[in-house]
């Protein structure tokens, strides 16, 4: 079955990002001059995703904003004769009968989110996208998961290698067989000490999962810090069904980091023909003004 439903957790509270996210909601951060959420939606629609499912937190209207109508704008970027704008306004305009939007109450975490989301999500597989975790890559993060889950089909998730120090911002996978871009995952730890990791195999935020999810999460208990975790409902699948890691091709950015966020400023705007030779004028110029420090 093909993959035509992604979750949008954006729930979040975006405290790393005070005061900006004071009334913008995180995923509304522009990287460049497009939302993170919207490169998001854009990677889901190039993986052939028809449904858009946004898990948002009781105050966030700025979202369904977004990808709404704006007749008003419409109208003064067309007599003024703007076409470009214009079409970039339309591109992120998601038919009403594509995008649903579900309230999470409380921030009880990303498994809690997906749990949000079931009733909108049938017998079949679906992704889920952190739109914290930027991917830049030829082709598109999840368009090159949902090919491997149509080959292996089962649950997947996109990894990458991490720092040993960094295993504990992640879930972490205990690998088995590796054929390829995929790894056979035999369990899975969320945010482990380095001394208590598998691997420094981490999930990154590309999800496509079976709905079996949603009967562990209805079960499942909060954590330590209250919180009901996705990569702990995840861990109860492996088994039965393949359960495989994704070696995507790309780089990945973290922009749920201030610093990972920057990066990701430069390397996007890097990637843009027209912006490119500015962006790295100005990176050599810091970069020589650094070196003189
Ligand atoms: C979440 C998941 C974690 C995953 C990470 C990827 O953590 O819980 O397993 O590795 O996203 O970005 P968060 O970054 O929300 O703390």
Same mark, same amino acid.
């Given at each position: 079955?093909?993959?035509?439903?992604?979750?949008?957790?954006?729930?979040?509270?975006?405290?790393?990002?005070?005061? +900006? @996210?004071?009334?913008? =909601?995180?995923?509304?951060? =522009?990287?460049?001059?497009?939302?993170?959420?919207?490169?998001?939606?854009?990677?889901?629609?190039?993986?052939?995703?028809?449904?858009?499912?946004?898990?948002?937190?009781?105050?966030?209207?700025?979202?369904?904003?977004?990808?709404?109508?704006?007749?008003?704008?419409?109208?003064?970027?067309?007599?003024?004769?703007?076409?470009?704008?214009?079409?970039?306004?339309?591109? %992120?305009?998601?038919?009403?009968?594509a995008a649903q939007f579900v309230v999470q109450e409380h921030p009880l975490g990303l498994g809690h989110a997906v749990w949000c989301a079931r009733k909108f999500i049938d017998e079949e597989p679906f992704a889920v996208i952190l739109p914290d975790d930027l991917v830049l890559a030829d082709e598109? %993060?999840?368009?090159?998961?949902? @090919?491997?889950?149509?080959?292996?089909?089962?649950?997947?998730?996109?990894?990458?290698?991490?720092?040993?120090?960094?295993?504990?911002?992640?879930?972490?996978?205990?690998?088995?067989?590796?054929?390829?871009?995929?790894?056979?995952?035999?369990?899975?730890?969320?945010?482990?000490?380095?001394?208590?990791?598998?691997?420094?195999?981490?999930?990154?935020?590309?999800?496509?999962?079976?709905?079996?999810?949603?009967?562990?999460?209805?079960?499942?208990?909060?954590?330590?810090?209250?919180?009901?975790?996705?990569?702990?409902?995840?861990?109860?699948?492996?088994?039965?069904?393949?359960?495989?890691?994704?070696?995507?091709?790309?780089?990945?950015?973290? %922009?749920?980091?201030?610093?990972?966020?920057?990066?990701?400023?430069? +390397?996007?705007?890097?990637?843009?023909?027209?912006?490119?030779?500015?962006?790295?004028?100005?990176?050599?110029?810091?970069?020589?003004?650094?070196?003189?420090?």
């Amino acid at each position: 079955m093909s993959v035509r439903k992604a979750i949008f957790p954006v729930a979040g509270l975006g405290t790393r990002f005070l005061p +900006a @996210t004071k009334s913008v =909601p995180k995923e509304m951060l =522009p990287v460049v001059d497009k939302p993170l959420l919207q490169y998001a939606v854009e990677e889901a629609q190039s993986a052939g995703i028809e449904q858009f499912i946004f898990v948002v937190s009781p105050s966030k209207n700025a979202i369904a904003n977004h990808f709404g109508n704006s007749n008003e704008l419409e109208r003064v970027l067309g007599d003024t004769g703007k076409p470009s704008l214009l079409a970039s306004i339309r591109d %992120c305009q998601l038919p009403s009968s594509a995008a649903q939007f579900v309230v999470q109450e409380h921030p009880l975490g990303l498994g809690h989110a997906v749990w949000c989301a079931r009733k909108f999500i049938d017998e079949e597989p679906f992704a889920v996208i952190l739109p914290d975790d930027l991917v830049l890559a030829d082709e598109p %993060c999840l368009a090159q998961m949902v @090919t491997a889950q149509e080959g292996v089909g089962g649950n997947m998730v996109a990894v990458m290698d991490v720092p040993t120090d960094h295993t504990s911002r992640y879930g972490v996978l205990a690998p088995g067989k590796v054929h390829g871009r995929l790894i056979e995952i035999k369990g899975l730890v969320e945010k482990p000490q380095p001394l208590k990791a598998p691997s420094t195999i981490a999930i990154i935020g590309r999800y496509i999962l079976l709905p079996e999810i949603f009967d562990q999460l209805a079960e499942q208990n909060k954590d330590v810090s209250g919180e009901i975790q996705l990569t702990e409902a995840m861990a109860t699948l492996i088994g039965g069904t393949p359960f495989s890691g994704f070696r995507f091709e790309g780089e990945r950015y973290d %922009c749920g980091d201030k610093v990972g966020f920057l990066e990701a400023n430069i +390397a996007y705007g890097l990637a843009r023909e027209e912006l490119h030779d500015d962006v790295a004028a100005v990176v050599l110029r810091m970069a020589d003004a650094l070196k003189s420090e």
